[in-house]
């Protein structure tokens, strides 16, 4: 079975500034993939970015990318420019390949962004 | 398209009443999943169903009840309520061979047991 570990339950940060949120996790698979979500107060979950455990090369998406080391098990996400639309409940999350797509969640980290 | 449309969308049960949480989805996807979430807590899988006809248990399925008669829905059921099931549920969906393994999501089903 996998464990997602979220460390920070909340985080603060000031409105341009750049902020890491921390994920590990445990497997034994080989083949995987990593997320993030982001929750904001509507409820909705939104896929913020994604990283195949197969690729090398770190996921980046506009503002946001991340730290993939593979060996460690970490998997953070870093935040640049923070914006205040960027405060909302992130959660990692792990996915093995051919495991029916079942996603295991981290508890999440609460991030509010300060103006 | 809709996506992923729950209902209802806030609801408040009874001990031992019974009810149903919908859930349906129009994008054709053949995976779907059924969350709960716990104040400060990640989401648990609750049940899932890789197509019509075939469910099968997740992380947390005590207490619940699934069916897919159809590819587009995927409703949930508590048949005999307990506080513990106070959550909030969340229904999903994607797509098989779409191997970017990224889930829809719908709004969420805030359930209260007193």
């Known amino acids: 079975a996998q464990t997602v570990t979220q460390s920070q339950p909340e985080m603060s940060v000031q409105e341009a500034e750049t902020v890491t949120l921390s994920c590990t996790y445990d497997?034994?698979?080989?083949?995987?993939?990593l997320f993030w979500y982001k929750q904001p107060p509507s409820r909705q979950m939104i896929l913020v970015i994604r990283q195949e455990a197969y690729k090398q090369q770190n996921a980046t998406e506009n503002r946001f990318s991340v730290n993939f080391q593979k060996a460690a098990k970490s998997f953070s996400l870093k935040i640049s420019d923070s914006q205040l639309g960027d405060t909302a409940m992130y959660f990692c999350?792990?996915?093995?390949?051919?495991?029916?797509?079942?996603?295991?969640f981290g508890s999440g980290t609460q991030l509010t962004v300060l103006p | 398209n809709a996506g992923v449309t729950q209902t209802p969308k806030f609801h408040i049960l009874k001990i031992g009443q019974s009810m149903t949480l919908q859930c349906t989805q129009d994008?054709?996807?053949?995976?779907m999943y059924w969350y709960r979430q716990d104040p400060g807590m990640g989401l648990k899988l609750i049940y899932y169903?890789?197509?019509?006809?075939?469910?099968d248990k997740g992380e947390v399925p005590n207490g619940y009840n699934v069916s897919r008669s159809t590819t587009e829905d995927f409703p949930l059921r508590l048949e005999l309520a307990a506080p513990s099931q106070t959550s909030v549920y969340f229904c999903?969906?994607?797509?098989?061979?779409?191997?970017?393994?990224?889930?829809?999501f719908g709004e969420g089903s805030r359930l209260t047991v007193l």
């Open positions: 497997t034994s698979e080989s083949n995987y993939y």
């Open positions: 999903a969906s994607c797509f098989q061979g779409l191997d970017t393994g990224e889930l829809f």
């Open positions: 999350a792990f996915m093995a390949s051919g495991s029916a797509r079942q996603l295991t």
């Open positions: 994008m054709n996807h053949n995976y």
């Open positions: 169903s890789v197509g019509a006809g075939i469910t």
